[in-house]
């Protein structure tokens, strides 16, 4: 069974950093999508950055580029989010998601397996 787990969610202050993990078991047919997404209350859920797996070629939205760098492990099957320079704008419910095939994007519909979310919460 498909399963994704994230880790590292937690508290910090504007400017400071946090690191999620995406652990990502069950799947075995070289999926190649893993990104991760964020939903604040009001807000519909967005992309934030996706990586192809395996591989090296990554996407970021516009709000976060510069700031999060996304990573693999392939070793591990694990998918980093690093986060630096945190602005309270990034508080929300982040997600890792993952899709079977071909043709990454930062549109939620396309992914079908998901993780359980984990919270970031930045404060000024």
């Known amino acids: 069974q498909v399963q994704l787990v994230e880790f590292g969610g937690g508290s910090v202050q504007a400017g400071g950093s946090l690191s999620l993990s995406c652990e990502v078991s069950?799947?075995?047919?070289?999926?190649?999508?893993v990104g991760w997404f964020r939903q604040t209350p009001g807000k519909k859920r967005e992309g934030v950055a996706y990586i192809l797996t395996p591989g090296s070629i990554a996407r970021y939205a516009e709000s976060v580029n510069g700031r999060f760098t996304i990573s693999q492990d392939n070793a591990k099957n694990t998918v980093t989010l690093q986060m630096n320079s945190l602005e309270p704008e990034d508080t929300a419910l982040y997600y890792c998601?993952?899709?079977?095939?071909?043709?990454?994007?930062?549109?939620?519909?396309?992914?079908?397996?998901w993780g359980q979310g984990t919270q970031v919460t930045v404060s000024s």
């Open positions: 998601a993952l899709r079977s095939r071909s043709g990454c994007s930062l549109m939620p519909d396309l992914y079908e397996y």
């Open positions: 069950g799947y075995t047919h070289s999926g190649r999508c």
